[in-house]
């Protein structure tokens, strides 16, 4: 089984900054790749930015030059670092990673859910 543990959340002001962490743990052996989605009220969970094992990134068009993925591999940890925060950034975002277990199992895990609100 494997568990996620996001922090970073909070309400920040237009323009400010925010940074998002997402730990896995468990019987992982290995990690395929660690995401960002979001969800705002009303509206469908979507992809805000992935990163491969090997360090190959994809985001959202709405996102790009503002946010950055990243991830420690020896922590197992993937981090979203969110600059020039816009109102339209205000939603739960979900980490979800996705690997093999030490069972040669595949696993695809969703985050318990943190909220950024932007707003003065």
């Known amino acids: 089984q494997v568990q996620l543990v996001e922090s970073g959340g909070g309400l920040v002001q237009p323009g400010g900054s925010l940074r998002l962490s997402c730990a896995a743990s468990?019987?992982?052996?290995?990690?395929?790749?660690m995401g960002w989605y979001r969800q705002a009220p009303g509206k469908q969970r979507e992809l805000v930015a992935v990163?491969?094992?090997?360090?190959?990134?994809n985001c959202a068009d709405s996102v790009k030059g503002r946010f950055t993925i990243s991830r420690d591999n020896a922590k197992n940890t993937v981090y979203l670092q969110m600059n020039s925060l816009k109102p339209e950034d205000t939603a739960v975002y979900y980490c979800?990673?996705?690997?093999?277990?030490?069972?040669?199992?595949?696993?695809?895990?969703w985050g318990q859910g943190t909220q950024v609100t932007v707003s003065s």
């Open positions: 990163i491969t094992s090997g360090g190959d990134t």
């Open positions: 979800h990673v996705g690997g093999e277990t030490g069972t040669s199992n595949t696993f695809a895990t």
């Open positions: 468990g019987n992982i052996f290995r990690i395929y790749f």
